[in-house]
């Protein structure tokens, strides 16, 4: 191990209370827009699974995290500071747009909360995409680096209070505006959300084979 | 419909049965161990509760010879037969479908398991199997296709249930389309204990200090990490699914309270961590289940849980943890995908030790690349974790590949396979090319499984008992003869062929 580069933190931009951003440097880490790494502190115990938030194209490499109480590695991870080691592996998953020609397409992107990664991904690394992002949160603050998404594409549906785009979760807007059947759809969140999200699709028309999944855990 | 949910007996010339429901691998076992196949179990129990005739048929478990379960399928006569395939035994399978097939010509043969799944067109052309399932999630899949069946004459030509290769005549097979990947395991019912007679499953396994003991319905189905190239749960058409931590809760007390079960072991290829993990091992305090003599166990990983979570564990009654150590080297650990480094392994143990669970390292050796140095660095360093008391028991398996894993991708595609005869994956002998001689690997193997005389483990089991921790004397004077006897099964499996 001794012979692979040391991942040094360069930031940890804040974006809530409980959410952050924190910036690595890439080194030669090569990875396609999606996929996702193992990341811990230096000489940790335990590690975890982060979707790349930041483009292939970026110098550095960033991850959209949230430290809530009892999640060790992330809480350790928001308290790290510029120049602090960590630990990366990977990377894995087969959540990202694999065939050139399928870019033409049209993209439906699914998430809640953080589960917004691997889409930010996609939209930095892929700027002539055709999607529609919808984004399921508890609170307005929650939608992490608006300005990153074409306005007119993304969706915020907050369920905690007024102020997005759409009052309620993504399941309710999705019912109220049902996705197009010929839409690639990806879906990335917590296990119960894809799973009904999923249902939603299909009966929308929405073919099994236009469904890609990532769950968190 | 009359549904047989059928594991055969499949003998090999050695005398010994094959453990087909065993997750992830199949390996041949002189010594009885019976494992409950949970996700098949599920699938018997809904579809006994929505009306279909079940028949529960385990012939291993039964301890039925083959002819005895044969004929017994066939004084049934099923509408529907059920098997589940993986790589060792495809031949059989094959054979054993043609023969149903002449006897029973109307009885349909659905083939699950990840084998199949995985190269359904082979199957569909190498026997007359009229379904597939490409899904892993067979409970869910045959809960809607058994019913389905039933009720079109029509069905080859209309179903369209995701996940599924059907055969619609002599020549022609269609393929239904991506299977649902994240299910809500919530929907799915407890395995019915009855149904499935879970006693025969309750005594040998050797994953079990307290008997009666079962497995639980799995909280993950397949694998929250589920990136080691080796294993089945990886893939791009694999992910995990999960149930609730309250219903969970539910069934071990029912298991407890019901049933009189003293070891409860979650197979989930990755059991729970973080929240989940507290919110169970709290769950299990608040209903007072921890002073109920049953131990809780599970599989876990490296890297995965937190101090915090392992001491309520601990505090919960949980007692054996089930870890993959597959190698002692860093090299290898990445290039199987596993996420962890050696120092997290040694970290993680001792946090496990410190609060009195008993970790059991799965270990592997024989792959492809693996040098004399790395294969003595993992042999040296299981001998040490267990000498120091870091882990209590422990199992050592050749690493084969199976059921197109990206391993076993990855075999081919290097040309480092000696056999294409399936009947030669069962992990009884190393199959692929390798640096040093085979012999080396075998040696590995008794060197680790020596462990368990050595003066040096034996005297650290004795000074374990200075804590105080019933489990410790247990585990010496009640579970140390048995696992002795394993001890021998699994050297003598494991190194006694392959080597002419």
């Not at chain 1, 397409?105 to 809640?112: E, G, I, P, Q, S």
């Not at chain 2, 395991?185 to 395995?191: F, H, I, K, R, T």
């Not at chain 2, 005297?459 to 010496?476: C, M, N, Y």
């Amino acid at each position: 191990m001794s012979d692979k580069p040391r991942h040094l933190v360069q930031s940890v931009r804040k974006l809530t209370a409980t959410t952050f951003v924190i910036r690595i440097d890439r080194h030669a880490f090569r990875a396609l827009a999606g996929q996702h790494v193992t990341l811990g502190p230096h000489q940790f115990a335990i590690n975890r699974e982060f979707s790349i938030y930041s483009s292939p194209g970026d110098p550095y490499l960033e991850f959209l995290i949230i430290a809530r109480p009892g999640s060790e590695t992330a809480c350790a991870l928001h308290q790290a500071k510029p120049g602090d080691e960590v630990d990366l592996a990977g990377p894995y998953g087969e959540f990202f747009i694999a065939d050139p020609g399928v870019r033409a397409r049209r993209y439906l992107f699914v998430a809640t909360g953080v589960g917004i990664a691997p889409f930010h991904c996609f939209v930095r690394h892929f700027p002539e995409l055709d999607y529609r992002l919808i984004h399921g949160v508890s609170r307005v603050e929650d939608r992490y680096d608006l300005a990153d998404y074409a306005r007119e594409r993304y969706v915020a549906c907050v369920s905690r209070e007024e102020g997005g785009d759409f009052r309620g979760r993504v399941t309710d807007y999705l019912r109220e505006h049902p996705a197009e059947s010929d839409r690639l759809c990806y879906i990335c969140g917590h296990s119960a959300m894809v799973a009904n999200v999923y249902d939603l699709l299909r009966d929308q028309g929405v073919p099994s084979d236009n469904l890609l999944t990532e769950t968190f855990f | 419909m009359k549904v047989a949910i059928s594991y055969p007996p499949i003998l090999n010339d050695r005398g010994q049965v094959a453990m087909v429901s065993q997750n992830r691998n199949v390996q041949y076992f002189k010594i009885p161990t019976y494992l409950l196949p949970v996700v098949h179990a599920q699938a018997a129990t809904w579809l006994r509760d929505i009306g279909c005739e079940v028949r529960w048929d385990d012939g291993n478990a039964q301890q039925k010879s083959f002819d005895t379960w044969y004929a017994g399928l066939l004084s049934w006569r099923p509408d529907v037969v059920v098997f589940e395939s993986t790589t060792p035994v495809m031949k059989f399978y094959w054979a054993l479908v043609k023969r149903i097939k002449g006897d029973l010509p109307k009885t349909l043969v659905v083939m699950t398991g990840y084998h199949s799944m995985r190269k359904p067109g082979e199957t569909m052309r190498a026997c007359a199997a009229d379904i597939i399932l490409q899904s892993n999630h067979v409970d869910f899949v045959l809960k809607k296709l058994i019913p389905y069946i039933a009720e079109h004459e029509d069905w080859r030509e209309t179903c369209e249930i995701e996940g599924l290769f059907i055969r619609v005549d002599e020549s022609k097979v269609r393929q239904t389309g991506t299977f649902k990947r994240v299910e809500d395991l919530n929907l799915s019912p407890d395995v019915d204990r009855d149904l499935v007679e879970w006693k025969r499953y309750a005594y040998e396994n050797g994953n079990y200090l307290r008997t009666p003991g079962t497995y639980a319905t799995s909280v993950i189905r397949d694998c929250t990490f589920g990136k080691c190239t080796f294993c089945r749960y990886n893939g791009p058409d694999l992910t995990f699914s999960i149930r609730s931590v309250e219903k969970s809760l539910d069934e071990c007390q029912r298991l407890i309270e019901d049933y009189g079960v003293r070891e409860i072991f979650d197979d989930s290829g990755v059991w729970y961590r973080g929240e989940q993990a507290r919110a169970f091992a709290r769950g299990i305090i608040d209903r007072g289940l921890h002073k109920r003599g049953c131990y809780f166990g599970f599989n876990t990983r490296f890297a995965y849980l937190d101090e915090e979570t392992i001491a309520l564990l601990a505090k919960a009654n949980f007692r054996f943890v089930l870890v993959g150590l597959e190698a002692a080297d860093a090299e290898t650990l990445t290039r199987l995908n596993k996420g962890y480094l050696p120092h997290q392994a040694r970290q993680n143990l001792e946090i496990f030790t410190r609060y009195g669970l008993h970790p059991h390292l799965t270990i592997m050796v024989g792959y492809y690349w693996q040098t004399a140095e790395q294969l003595g660095a993992t042999v040296s360093t299981v001998r040490e974790l267990m000498f120091k008391g870091l882990a209590r028991t422990l199992q050592v398996t050749i690493c084969t590949p199976l059921d197109f894993t990206p391993y076993h991708k990855e075999c081919v595609a290097n040309g480092r396979l000696l056999t294409e005869d399936y009947n030669d994956f069962d992990m009884s002998k190393l199959i692929v090319k390798t640096p040093i001689p085979h012999e080396a690997y075998y040696q590995a193997i008794r060197d680790i499984y020596g462990v368990a005389t050595d003066p040096r483990f034996i005297a650290r089991q004795i000074r374990f008992l200075a804590s105080g921790r019933g489990r410790d004397w247990e585990f010496l004077f009640r579970y140390g003869w048995r696992a002795l006897r394993r001890v021998r099964n699994h050297v003598y499996n494991l190194t006694s062929q392959g080597r002419d």
